[in-house]
């Protein structure tokens, strides 16, 4: 079996570098054959994703845009396991957002519907806390 992690960032953040380094680390160590595609620009964000052949477990770390929804679903088709990893209620932002702008309220509200579709789609959640986590479960039951 072959895990692959999706990071939304490189590790200089410590979400990717605890939420995913940390685990990956750990599974190598145990003898798993794991792999990690830290996104090096906008392009390769996306492009990494050609990779999902590679795995059968595909770990996303928060990252739930309408791109990573379509590649979920073809992994679904091809009967790979989906995990998101959610550090942050990603499907509630607009209630806690302030900013203005009619661009950034378009961009919350396609995250958020793309949060709960993503969601839906996968096999497992991952949420770092009880809150979270009792949100998550309306969208999916393994959490």
Same mark, same amino acid.
């Given at each position: 079996? =072959?895990?692959?992690?999706?990071?939304?960032?490189?590790? =200089?953040?410590?979400? %990717?570098?605890?939420?995913?380094?940390?685990?990956?680390?750990?599974? /190598?160590?145990?003898?798993?054959?794991?792999?990690?595609?830290?996104? !090096?620009?906008?392009?390769?964000?996306? #492009?990494? +994703?050609?990779?999902?052949? !590679?795995?059968?477990?595909?770990?996303?770390?928060?990252?739930? *845009? %309408?791109? #990573? @929804?379509?590649?979920?679903?073809?992994?679904?088709?091809? =009967?790979?396991?989906? @995990?998101?990893?959610? *550090? &942050?209620? @990603? +499907?509630?932002?607009?209630? +806690?957002?302030?900013?203005?702008? %009619?661009?950034? !309220? $378009?961009?919350? =509200?396609?995250?958020?519907?793309?949060?709960?579709?993503?969601? !839906?789609?996968?096999?497992?959640?991952?949420?770092?806390?009880?809150?979270? &986590?009792? $949100?998550?479960?309306?969208?999916?039951?393994? /959490?």
């Amino acid at each position: 079996m =072959k895990i692959l992690f999706f990071p939304f960032a490189d590790f =200089k953040i410590g979400g %990717p570098r605890i939420r995913v380094g940390n685990i990956h680390n750990e599974l /190598v160590r145990k003898g798993y054959n794991s792999e990690v595609f830290i996104p !090096k620009n906008k392009v390769h964000y996306f #492009t990494r +994703y050609f990779n999902i052949l !590679k795995g059968d477990v595909l770990h996303f770390q928060k990252t739930v *845009d %309408p791109i #990573t @929804i379509f590649v979920m679903f073809i992994a679904k088709l091809l =009967k790979k396991k989906n @995990i998101i990893d959610l *550090d &942050m209620d @990603i +499907y509630n932002m607009s209630s +806690y957002t302030f900013d203005v702008n %009619p661009l950034t !309220k $378009i961009k919350i =509200k396609i995250i958020e519907k793309s949060a709960k579709i993503a969601s !839906k789609l996968a096999d497992i959640l991952i949420v770092d806390n009880h809150k979270l &986590m009792n $949100i998550s479960k309306k969208y999916n039951k393994n /959490v």
